[in-house]
């Protein structure tokens, strides 16, 4: 399984951007699949997750309100669309993916893409 991460850029304050993650694997609907995100010098934080046929999403500590994950299995894509941007939403984010159920710690995850690097400016 490979992930490539991408849509990360530099962004204002209340921004929105849409990460993208493009999944080289046989059969994509196997797994489940989640973004991370991780700031320097801290442990890698779970956003968003979402299960093999996308009809159930899980969710980090208050990141429903603006956050969204969504995946397009004909595709072999996984998306997280973020909305109002925060300056503390600045991170590396890293799609990955698991063949369990779902997953929402690191632990849970198999596999990993080379992140995307998101910067918030005020």
């Known amino acids: 399984v490979q992930l490539q991460a991408s849509g990360g850029g530099l962004v204002q304050v209340g921004d929105s951007l849409r990460l993208s993650c493009a999944a080289s694997v046989k059969s994509f609907t196997d797994y489940a699949m989640g973004w991370f995100r991780q700031e320097p010098g801290k442990e890698r934080e779970f956003v968003a997750g979402?299960?093999?046929?996308?009809?159930?999403?899980f969710y980090g500590d208050s990141m429903m309100d603006r956050f969204a994950i969504s995946r397009d299995n004909a595709k072999n894509m996984v998306y997280l669309q973020m909305n109002s941007l925060k300056s503390e939403d600045t991170a590396v984010y890293y799609c990955?993916?698991?063949?369990?159920?779902?997953?929402?710690?690191?632990?849970?995850?198999?596999?990993w893409g080379q992140g995307t690097q998101v910067t918030v400016s005020s």
């Open positions: 979402l299960t093999k046929s996308g009809l159930t999403t």
């Open positions: 990955a993916a698991t063949v369990e159920g779902y997953g929402t710690s690191v632990g849970d995850y198999d596999y």
